[in-house]
């Protein structure tokens, strides 16, 4: 198999507070994360697709289109916004966690759309300390 990365990234806040939690609770489980005037991080997002080379440009799929890809599907909808207002987190906290599994339903549909390849797995990098992994992990 083979599979190709790519890493994109886009600056946004979020707080980390669930509608359903008082704001004690909220407090006990994301500790200054809770803080209703959010906090932002530059996110990385490594994108990864497999599929077959194609013969003539020699890439699973070419740069420009995963970079189309990755514009519409995400940096458009996300960068500079707070998260919490976007609607793939109206029900979900955007943790790492939620946010990647956002990201990987995005781009995985956009990459069916419109290349012969397959979303592998999308890694969002919130800090230096902290990644979070969807799809097939290795
Ligand atoms: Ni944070």
């Keep these: 198999m083979i599979a190709v990365t790519k890493r994109y990234g886009f600056p946004a806040a979020h707080v980390l507070a669930s509608r359903e939690l008082s704001p004690e609770e909220n407090e006990a489980i994301f500790g200054p994360c809770a803080n209703p005037n959010g ?6 997002v490594e994108v990864t697709v497999t599929g077959p080379i194609d013969p003539d440009s020699g890439q699973v799929v070419p740069e420009a289109t ?11 909808p996300f960068s500079h916004r707070l998260l919490n207002d976007l609607e793939d987190f109206a029900t979900r ?5 939620n946010i990647a599994v956002a990201i990987h339903g995005r781009l995985a549909s956009a990459v069916r759309r419109s290349t012969r390849a397959r979303l592998l797995r999308v890694r969002i990098v919130e800090t230096p ?8 992990v290795k």
């Design 93 to 97: 906290v955007p943790t790492a966690e």
């Design 66 to 76: 995963l970079d189309e890809i990755y514009q519409a599907a995400v940096a458009e």
């Design 129 to 136: 300390r902290n990644s979070c992994v969807v799809g097939e």
């Design 39 to 44: 906090h932002g991080h530059n996110y990385g």
